[in-house]
C-alpha cells in the first residue's frame, strides 16, 4: 500500500505540535481536512489503525496477524488510543469506530503497512508544503523534519547478547518500534542514567544513527506518549559495542565488567565505600593467546571467568545475567 507525502507530512506535523496548544493542532487540523481526498482519508484510516495496533495493541498479532482470536480480544480502540486522538479520528473524517475491537483484517493491514511507515521519508521542502496552514510552522520547533538519533531499548536473554555482538546485520524491515528519548531506551532495557549494567536485563540498548530520519512518528498519538515512540524498518548495520556487567566469585567478591569491542579490552572495578576503583585493564590476545571473543564467550559461559591478577586460579568470576546491559551502535542503511 502506498502512503502518499502529503499524508506522512501531515501526519508529522499534527504528532509535532504539543498537545498542551489544543486550539493549534485542531486549527491544522480543521485546515489539513480541506486537502484531503476520500481517497486520502481511506489510507490515513489504515495508516492510523496501523499506528495503534503497534503501539497499544496485541504484540504478537501484529508480527502474526494469523495468531490473533477476535473472541479473545478485551480492549476497543478507545482504549488503545491517546488522549486527543479521538478528536483528532474525528475531526478528520476517518473511519474508526471506537467503540469496537480490532479485527484480523486489522492487523493483517497493520502487518502489511508498518514497513511502509517505518521506512518513510519526509523532507523538509515536502513538509513546508503542508505547514503554513493557519499556525505558525512547527517543524523546526518541534521536530516534524525526524530525528537523526533514535533508540531501541529491549529485555533479551544471553543468546541473543552473545549473538548480537558477533552479527553484522540486522533486518528490522517488519517495523520495529524505536524511541527518540535515549533514557526511555535504557529504561525498556532494564537500565537507567548513571546505572552501571542492567537490573532485570539481560538488556540490549541500540544506538541507532538515522541520517536519512526515517519513520513514522507515533509520540503524542500514542496511548503511551512519553515513550517518544518512532516506528522505524530497514536494515540496521551494526558497529562497536560495550558490554557491562556485575561478576561475582565463589567468596561473594564482586567486580564490574566492561568489555569494549573496538579496543578488543576488558576493564575490571570493584566497589569501595560506594566508589568505583579501577583493578585491572586486559588487552587482547592475552600473554596465553586467548582472543577476545574467545573471553567474551568464556565470560557469558555457564564456567564463568578466569583471569590473572583477579581470581586464584581455582575460584571463577561468574557473571550476573540480569546485570547484563549491551550497547551497541547501528546505522540505518
Known amino acids: ?109 497493520a502487518h502489511k503497512l508498518l514497513p511502509t511507515l ?9 513538509l513546508l508544503q503542508y505547514t503554513d496552514m493557519g499556525t505558525k510552522d512547527p517543524m523546526s520547533r518541534y521536530g516534524s523534519e525526524g530525528n537523526t538519533k533514535v533508540y531501541r531499548g529491549i529485555s533479551v536473554s544471553l543468546n541473543v547478547i552473545v549473538s548480537a555482538t558477533k552479527r553484522k546485520k540486522w533486518n528490522i524491515g517488519r517495523g520495529v518500534s524505536t524511541t527518540s528519548s535515549e533514557k526511555k531506551g535504557m529504561e525498556f532495557a532494564k537500565s537507567a542514567p548513571n546505572m552501571f549494567g542492567a537490573n532485570g536485563g ?28 518512532i516506528i522505524l524498518s530497514g536494515i540496521l548495520e551494526f558497529g562497536d559495542w ?28 570493584s566497589l569501595r565505600n560506594g566508589e568505583r576503583v579501577h583493578q585491572l585493564t586486559q588487552k587482547f590476545p592475552t600473554k596465553k593467546g586467548q582472543t577476545f571473543t574467545e573471553f567474551l564467550d ?13 581470581t586464584d586460579g581455582k575460584k571463577p568470576f561468574l557473571v550476573i545475567e540480569e546485570s547484563i546491559l549491551l550497547r551497541m551502535n547501528a546505522v540505518l542503511e
Open 1 to 109: 500500500m502506498e502512503v502518499n507525502k502529503k499524508i506522512l507530512s501531515i501526519m508529522r506535523i499534527i504528532e509535532a505540535i504539543p498537545g498542551y496548544d489544543r486550539s493549534k493542532k485542531m486549527g491544522y487540523i480543521y485546515n489539513a481536512n480541506k486537502l484531503l481526498t476520500d481517497a486520502d482519508r481511506a489510507v490515513l484510516t489504515d495508516v492510523m489503525k496501523a499506528m495503534i495496533l503497534l503501539t497499544a495493541g496485541n504484540q504478537e498479532a501484529v508480527r502474526n496477524p494469523k495468531s490473533y482470536d477476535p473472541a479473545g480480544a478485551r480492549d476497543n480502540y478507545s482504549w488503545l488510543i491517546g488522549s486527543g486522538v479521538g478528536d483528532i479520528i474525528q475531526k478528520l473524517g476517518l473511519d474508526i469506530d471506537l467503540k469496537s475491537k480490532p479485527t484480523r483484517e486489522d492487523y493483517l493491514m
Open 118 to 126: 517505518g521506512a518513510a521519508t519526509v523532507s523538509p521542502d515536502e
Open 202 to 229: 539481560p538488556g540490549l540498548l541500540l544506538n541507532i544513527e538515522n541520517k536519512s530520519k526515517r519513520g513514522f512518528h507515533a509520540k503524542s498519538m500514542s496511548r503511551y506518549p512519553r515513550e517518544h515512540e
Open 242 to 269: 560495550v558490554l557491562e556487567a556485575r561478576c561475582k566469585d565463589a567468596y561473594e567478591r564482586e567486580v564490574q565488567m566492561l568489555l569494549d569491542s573496538q579496543s578488543e579490552s576488558a576493564e575490571f572495578f
Open 298 to 310: 568464556q565470560a557469558l559461559s555457564s564456567e564463568g571467568w578466569h583471569l590473572g591478577g583477579l
